[in-house]
């Protein structure tokens, strides 16, 4: 999951296992949660996002988990493949006019091997 | 369409020095921002704007300007470049009313 510091939390995982990525937000006030994937070089991509007032929401292979109790986000993938290999991001955004704003956690390092 | 495009992808300046990065895109958003990416850091919001003639700091604004003359276009002004600027800068844009950016691929930024 996500931490403080210089070094990005990894997970490594073998092609065909599911993958759970964990991300700890800190507004309770935050009411849209984003998960991105950024590859090596490229700007990051949309996946998957969730409001507040859902606790799962699934996409293509993916899933996003919320717990406002806890204040705690996961992104499962399913049948991970190599082309998962990236680093996520899990980003929140407040409610209320500001909905724009999007602050970013410090990402995690997906490595898949085959 | 295009989407979020950005130029130069690659840049070196000498400290002191002064630069745009250009960003663009072609799907009528309302909403666009700059963001710059340090190793650990994740990425942190420097200016953004909800429309044109609109623009507003984020966390970092500091030895950044920025201009939005125009919905399409929303370049970032660096006046005097310092070592402390060497980062991957994004740039992202959206709809009004909803966070979903869609990101530009990005400046890789050196200040010698």
């Known amino acids: 999951g996500e931490s403080v510091g210089l070094h990005l939390p990894t997970l490594s995982v073998q092609e065909g296992d599911n993958s759970i990525i964990n991300c700890a937000y800190s507004n309770s006030a935050s009411d849209y949660f984003i998960w991105y994937k950024q590859e090596s070089g490229k700007g990051p991509q949309f996946i998957i996002d969730?409001?507040?007032?859902?606790d799962k929401r699934q996409g293509q292979r993916v899933t996003v988990l919320l717990n406002k109790t806890v204040k705690h986000l996961s992104l499962q993938i399913a049948a991970t493949q190599p082309g998962d290999s990236a680093v996520y991001f899990c980003a929140e955004s407040p409610s209320g006019g500001s909905n724009y704003k999007l602050t970013f956690g410090k990402g995690t390092l997906l490595t898949v091997n085959p | 369409n295009a989407g979020v495009t950005q130029t130069p992808k690659f840049q070196v300046l000498k400290t002191g020095q002064s630069m745009t990065l250009q960003c663009a895109q072609d799907m009528n958003h309302e909403y666009m921002s700059w963001y710059r990416q340090d190793p650990g850091m994740g990425l942190r919001l420097i200016h953004y704007s909800v429309g044109a003639g609109i623009t507003d700091q984020g966390e970092v604004p500091n030895g950044y300007n920025v201009s939005r003359s125009t919905t399409e276009d929303f370049p970032l002004r660096l006046l005097s470049a310092a070592p402390s600027q060497t980062s991957v800068y994004f740039c992202?844009?959206?709809?009004?009313?909803?966070?979903?950016?869609?990101f530009g691929p990005g400046t890789r930024l050196t200040v010698t």
């Open positions: 969730i409001r507040s007032n859902m």
């Open positions: 992202a844009s959206s709809y009004s009313g909803t966070p979903r950016q869609y």
